[in-house]
């Protein structure tokens, strides 16, 4: 199943590319929605069988998957699923519009290569390979950024580009680093950047390099994650990426460097203790949670308020961990979840909304209950979502990240962390309220823009719900197994989390 679930979105990207010279549009569509299905299945099936005997393993390690990585495995895969069925209504409005070229085979063969990238992220066990992975989903995504070749689209790309190249040279410096801090260890245990060997030895590593090497591995990393300060990137790549990909890159392509960074901690609190550690993550988190804060406050454009969402949203994972625990780690590994399902879903209906009203400008988006009724209902409830509002899912991941910084004795960080989720959800709901309930434009149509959009948006909107009401036991024992790993410690919140909040 290791080397199918790797070689799927391979064999997709080659046949969409014979569409591509045959200009077969419709064909490259199904095939995508076929291969993307059937990887998403196999994850399922992985991931099931990982938390019931162990990690798989493959060519001496090079492909390595545990519950952690199958996690992010299936997340990424889930979201890729979601994003293809929205993309058939998408980018088919987006093609008779002319926002860009009738090749819809380029947009399926380049949207394959990125999930591959993403794949290679959470299925390596060689922290060498995790890099190159990781810089791949930039090269790939960047082609997806600045795909309508217009003058924004394309600085946004290039911009993109180099700051994360930059961010990624760091990330490579880090590693070099922690490979040099294993130097005095006898050659035949250290001989390796497996991470699974590393992990066996970190307690021996040198802790002055391992220090560095992890603020190297924090900025560099923490650059394509989008923490700030380096997430200047990170409004404009979501903006003006075609909507599937903004939600691609919010919903997942930031997670994976998240992953990247999770798979260091692992090695550098065998060494350090997480003291260290979790103040630099909480120095960022909370940086970045400020940072959005005001940001989302005075947006204009509905793409930029949700990557200023997003940039809040890294803060909260990063703060989630930086309070450390059992609750915090597991609450950060819940959110991770939980926002990419809630983001995915408001990119999908400020894409609706974009293609309705011919505009991403907040103020001239009004009466969307009532000109799209399906679509006006998923952004009252995305943006309830969005807020952390209950029943829905994000209240339960946040709340059990605050409860962690009180636990924890992290007071003053804890109680900025609660101001600004107060003042976000004030917000990001007035945006909303202007775009749901203003008198709507003289003249536009009534309707929807596609039943595939609906059906992205239905699939995104009832786990979004469900987990907010409850935690299957499946997803609680993959985050338990998760927790374990990082932090060698296991809990289980859905059963236990409210009686340790008391």
Same mark, same amino acid.
């Given at each position: 199943?290791?080397?199918?679930?790797?070689?799927?979105?391979?064999?997709?990207?080659?046949?969409?590319?014979?569409?591509?010279?045959?200009?077969?549009?419709?064909?490259?569509?199904?095939?995508?929605?076929?291969?993307?299905?059937?990887?998403?299945?196999?994850?399922?099936?992985?991931?099931?069988?990982?938390?019931?005997?162990?990690?798989?393993?493959?060519?001496?390690?090079?492909?390595?998957?545990?519950?952690?990585?199958?996690?992010?495995?299936?997340?990424?895969?889930?979201?890729?699923?979601?994003?293809?069925?929205?993309?058939?209504?998408?980018?088919?409005?987006?093609?008779?519009?002319?926002?860009?070229?009738?090749?819809?085979?380029?947009?399926?063969?380049?949207?394959?290569?990125?999930?591959?990238?993403?794949?290679?992220?959470?299925?390596?066990?060689?922290?060498?390979?995790?890099?190159?992975?990781?810089?791949?989903?930039?090269?790939?995504?960047?082609?997806?950024?600045?795909?309508?070749?217009?003058?924004?689209?394309?600085?946004?790309?290039?911009?993109?580009?180099?700051?994360?190249?930059?961010?990624?040279?760091?990330?490579?410096?880090?590693?070099?680093?922690?490979?040099?801090?294993?130097?005095?260890?006898?050659?035949?245990?250290?001989?390796?950047?497996?991470?699974?060997?590393?992990?066996?030895?970190?307690?021996?590593?040198?802790?002055?390099?391992?220090?560095?090497?992890?603020?190297?591995?924090?900025?560099?990393?923490?650059?394509?994650?989008?923490?700030?300060?380096?997430?200047?990137?990170?409004?404009?790549?979501?903006?003006?990426?075609?909507?599937?990909?903004?939600?691609?890159?919010?919903?997942?392509?930031?997670?994976?460097?998240?992953?990247?960074?999770?798979?260091?901690?692992?090695?550098?609190?065998?060494?350090?203790?997480?003291?260290?550690?979790?103040?630099?993550?909480?120095?960022?988190?909370?940086?970045?949670?400020?940072?959005?804060?005001?940001?989302?406050?005075?947006?204009?454009?509905?793409?930029?308020?949700?990557?200023?969402?997003?940039?809040?949203?890294?803060?909260?994972?990063?703060?989630?961990?930086?309070?450390?625990?059992?609750?915090?780690?597991?609450?950060?590994?819940?959110?991770?979840?939980?926002?990419?399902?809630?983001?995915?879903?408001?990119?999908?209906?400020?894409?609706?909304?974009?293609?309705?009203?011919?505009?991403?400008?907040?103020?001239?988006?009004? &009466?969307? !209950? @009532?000109?799209?009724? #399906?679509?006006?209902?998923? =952004? *009252? $409830?995305?943006?309830?979502? /969005?807020? %952390?509002?209950?029943?829905?899912?994000?209240?339960?991941?946040?709340?059990?990240?605050?409860?962690?910084?009180?636990?924890?004795?992290?007071?003053?960080?804890?109680?900025?962390?609660?101001?600004?989720?107060?003042?976000?959800?004030?917000?990001?709901?007035?945006?909303?309220?202007?775009?749901?309930?203003?008198?709507?434009?003289?003249?536009?149509?009534? &309707?929807? !823009? @596609?039943?595939?959009? #609906?059906?992205?948006?239905? =699939? *995104? $909107?009832?786990?979004?719900? /469900?987990? %907010?009401?409850?935690?299957?036991?499946?997803?609680?024992?993959?985050?338990?197994?998760?927790?374990?790993?990082?932090?060698?410690?296991?809990?289980?919140?859905?059963?236990?989390?409210?009686?340790?909040?008391?």
């Amino acid at each position: 199943m290791l080397k199918l679930i790797l070689a799927l979105p391979l064999i997709t990207a080659l046949l969409c590319l014979f569409c591509l010279f045959m200009k077969k549009g419709r064909v490259a569509e199904f095939l995508n929605l076929l291969g993307v299905s059937s990887c998403f299945i196999i994850s399922i099936l992985l991931l099931s069988d990982i938390t019931k005997g162990g990690p798989k393993y493959d060519f001496e390690g090079l492909i390595y998957v545990d519950t952690l990585g199958g996690f992010f495995l299936c997340l990424v895969l889930l979201i890729s699923l979601v994003v293809s069925i929205y993309s058939i209504s998408y980018m088919r409005q987006a093609v008779e519009k002319a926002e860009i070229d009738r090749h819809l085979s380029r947009y399926y063969l380049l949207l394959n290569l990125f999930m591959f990238t993403m794949t290679m992220v959470a299925t390596t066990g060689n922290l060498g390979v995790l890099w190159i992975s990781i810089e791949a989903t930039t090269l790939v995504s960047a082609f997806l950024v600045g795909y309508y070749n217009e003058k924004t689209a394309l600085e946004a790309a290039w911009k993109y580009l180099i700051l994360c190249t930059v961010g990624i040279t760091f990330a490579l410096f880090g590693t070099v680093l922690l490979y040099y801090a294993s130097l005095h260890i006898p050659f035949e245990l250290r001989n390796t950047l497996n991470w699974f060997e590393i992990t066996r030895f970190a307690d021996r590593l040198d802790p002055s390099l391992t220090k560095v090497a992890f603020i190297f591995i924090l900025v560099g990393y923490g650059t394509k994650a989008g923490f700030a300060p380096m997430h200047t990137w990170l409004p404009d790549a979501h903006s003006q990426a075609p909507t599937p990909v903004s939600a691609l890159l919010s919903g997942v392509l930031l997670k994976c460097s998240i992953y990247g960074i999770l798979r260091f901690y692992i090695i550098a609190s065998k060494c350090l203790g997480m003291a260290y550690l979790n103040n630099l993550l909480l120095i960022f988190g909370i940086f970045s949670l400020v940072i959005a804060t005001f940001f989302i406050l005075i947006q204009k454009d509905i793409k930029r308020l949700l990557a200023y969402s997003s940039l809040e949203n890294v803060g909260i994972i990063a703060t989630g961990i930086g309070f450390g625990g059992l609750l915090g780690v597991y609450g950060a590994l819940f959110h991770i979840l939980n926002h990419a399902l809630v983001k995915s879903l408001m990119f999908f209906v400020g894409g609706n909304l974009s293609l309705k009203y011919h505009t991403k400008n907040i103020e001239d988006i009004k &009466g969307a !209950v @009532g000109i799209m009724p #399906i679509t006006g209902a998923g =952004l *009252l $409830l995305g943006s309830f979502a /969005l807020t %952390g509002l209950p029943p829905f899912n994000m209240f339960m991941s946040e709340i059990a990240i605050l409860a962690a910084g009180f636990s924890s004795g992290n007071i003053l960080a804890s109680c900025i962390f609660l101001v600004a989720l107060v003042v976000i959800f004030a917000g990001i709901l007035r945006h909303t309220m202007v775009m749901a309930f203003n008198p709507p434009p003289q003249g536009l149509e009534r &309707g929807e !823009v @596609g039943n595939w959009a #609906i059906l992205a948006c239905f =699939l *995104l $909107l009832v786990p979004i719900v /469900l987990l %907010g009401i409850c935690i299957p036991g499946f997803l609680d024992n993959v985050l338990n197994q998760s927790v374990s790993i990082i932090i060698g410690e296991k809990v289980s919140w859905a059963k236990e989390g409210f009686t340790s909040m008391k």
